[in-house]
């Protein structure tokens, strides 16, 4: 069947035949252009124009595997702790082994759905671990936008569930004399210091086993300087070191992590009673906030920013902890004193 077409139509034609391909199939992708533009040329030019610019965006990026791997890199080009690369380097493995394909994903193509359900399948059951889990997440995704290999980040859309505390469960005075009589044995000599720091400073375990006694203690005046390389949250502080006379060992030994769970041993904790996290601090904390009532100075001994945590964590646990309290801060005294007089 001869048709006639226009001059038009012909040139259209020579501008498809230049293109390759079939004509037709390239009749068809204008079709669709014009139609996505609601028959606007206008508009299907910029239809044709986002969709190209998108395209080119989708090249210009990497697998997660490689963001995280960078994300490290930049971590450990800023000296950033080895717990904290080491951290990093362990969650965001735990969330491509429990996500199988994660690793091989495209960040530019990662939204904030999969995110939380990357999140939940690798830390569902472990609030605090999630929270942690999600910052670690988000700061492979800030690296990205750095490198370019994304717009924004998907896990700010990602909410942050609530932990709930549980609650303060200060050393009985017992425990604390146990501890203390532990370290007095010939093979606990060396944690002396680092009892009493926890103990009497509530200064935290890994700040402890980071502390130089010779440029990190003012033995003369009674201080101790918590560096912001040594801090947990990076901000220094000075703490109060009290009955420092009472200190007769005054070293951190070296493999002190190994060191402090043979102390604890040896005072009795065990599968059966198990050591409470952190609870050297709580308990200084706690007889702190029940015997002076000054949550001001014991805000800045432990070195949080504001005292809201002190006051929603340790207000109600201080209740009927007054005895306890005092015993606790005069055994400190009278040891001084005694330690003066011999």
Known sequence: MNVEITEEEELALGVLRRCGGSVLELAILAKEAIEAGRGRPRRARECVRLG??????????VTFRKAVEAALEEREKKNRRARTVTDFRYYCKRLMVRNPGLAERR???????????????????????????????????????????????PVSRVEVPEVVEKPIVP?????????????????????????HLMLYCGIRPTEVSRINPETDIDWEHGQVLVRPTTSKTGGGRVVPLRMADAITVRTIPHRWKERWHALRRKAGWNQSHPWRQDVCRHTFATYHAAHFRNFAALQLEMGHRDSSLLRTRYIYVTHGTNGNSESFF???MYKEQRTNRE
């Open 52 to 61: 190209a610019e998108e395209m080119r965006k989708r090249e210009r990026t």
């Open 107 to 153: 960040v530019r193509s990662i939204t904030s759905d999969d995110c939380r359900e990357y999140l939940q399948e690798a830390y569902g059951e472990s609030p605090s671990q999630y929270r942690k889990a999600r910052a670690i997440l988000s700061g492979v995704f800030s690296t990205a936008i750095k490198h370019d290999w994304c717009d924004t980040n």
């Open 171 to 195: 050393l009985t005075i017992e425990e604390v004399e146990r501890l203390e009589a532990a370290a007095q044995l010939p093979e606990h000599q060396e944690m002396q210091l680092s009892l």
């Open 330 to 332: 005069k055994r400190t």
